[in-house]
T-cell receptor
Framework: EPEVTQTPSHQVTQMGQEVILRCVPI?????FYWYRQILGQKVEFLVS????????KSEIFDDQFSVERPDGSNFTLKIRSTKLEDSAMYFC??????????????FGEGSRLTVL | AQTVTQSQPEMSVQEAETVTLSCTYD???????LFWYKQPPSRQMILVIR??????QNATENRFSVNFQKAAKSFSLKISDSQLGDTAMYFC?????????????FGKGTKLSVIP
């Protein structure tokens, strides 16, 4: 069964460093998302991406964050200069679009980011 | 803005018994989906069950069913004949329709343990 895959599963970085989290969405999906979950808190929406551009973003997704679909298969989240409060589990998700869309998002296993 | 509240951080149930997980939400929208997602330990979130707000009939998927009370903004999940594999975090989630991005708003989750 097709899956969303994410790499790395865990990354430790120093504050101020750049981090890129990678995701391979399900191949026929057209909408892509990043969510994050700080330990003990809710899963929060960061950004959605469709047709090679951001379709919606939350207030969390500030100028330190960017997303890209560089090669038609990967979907990346870049954090330019990490802060301690960026430590979280980051989930990638994808979904179909159009009339066959049931609203279901397919999630990856997550990438745990630890900022020291 | 939408909010989703899960008032039970942790629950446990004996194998083969029935358990109900609570969820309430707040929205001014009329067209939306509600979901229950399951996240087993160290695995990705997967969809358990979905309810369209315009449908009065409660959704059912095998041992999983919901009690959707639109006026009360309540959306509980009932798991019948609990199995050890049901041990997981369960997230209630809301999706507004028509925004074109399929963004989910999550509750904080309920950790369910099925006891042999």
């Amino acid at each position: 069964e097709p899956e969303v895959t994410q790499t790395p599963s865990h990354q430790v970085t120093q504050m101020g460093q750049e981090v890129i989290l990678r995701c391979v969405p399900i191949s026929n999906h057209l909408y892509f998302y990043w969510y994050r979950q700080i330990l003990g808190q809710k899963v929060e929406f960061l950004v959605s991406f469709y047709n090679n551009e951001i379709s919606e973003k939350s207030e969390i997704f500030d100028d330190q964050f960017s997303v890209e679909r560089p090669d038609g298969s990967n979907f990346t989240l870049k954090i330019r200069s990490t802060k301690l409060e960026d430590s979280a589990m980051y989930f990638c998700a994808s979904s179909e679009a159009g009339t066959e869309n049931t609203g279901e998002l397919f999630f990856g296993e997550g990438s745990r980011l630890t900022v020291l | 803005a939408q909010t989703v509240t899960q008032s039970q951080p942790e629950m446990s149930v004996q194998e083969a018994e029935t358990v109900t997980l609570s969820c309430t939400y707040d929205t001014s929208e009329n067209n939306y989906y509600l979901f229950w997602y399951k996240q087993p330990p160290s695995r990705q979130m997967i969809l358990v069950i979905r309810q369209e707000a315009y449908k009065q009939q409660n959704a059912t998927e095998n041992r999983f069913s919901v009690n959707f009370q639109k006026a009360a903004k309540s959306f509980s999940l009932k798991i019948s004949d609990s199995q050890l594999g049901d041990t997981a975090m369960y997230f209630c989630a809301f999706m507004k329709l028509g925004a074109g991005s399929y963004q989910l708003t999550f509750g904080k989750g309920t950790k369910l343990s099925v006891i042999p």
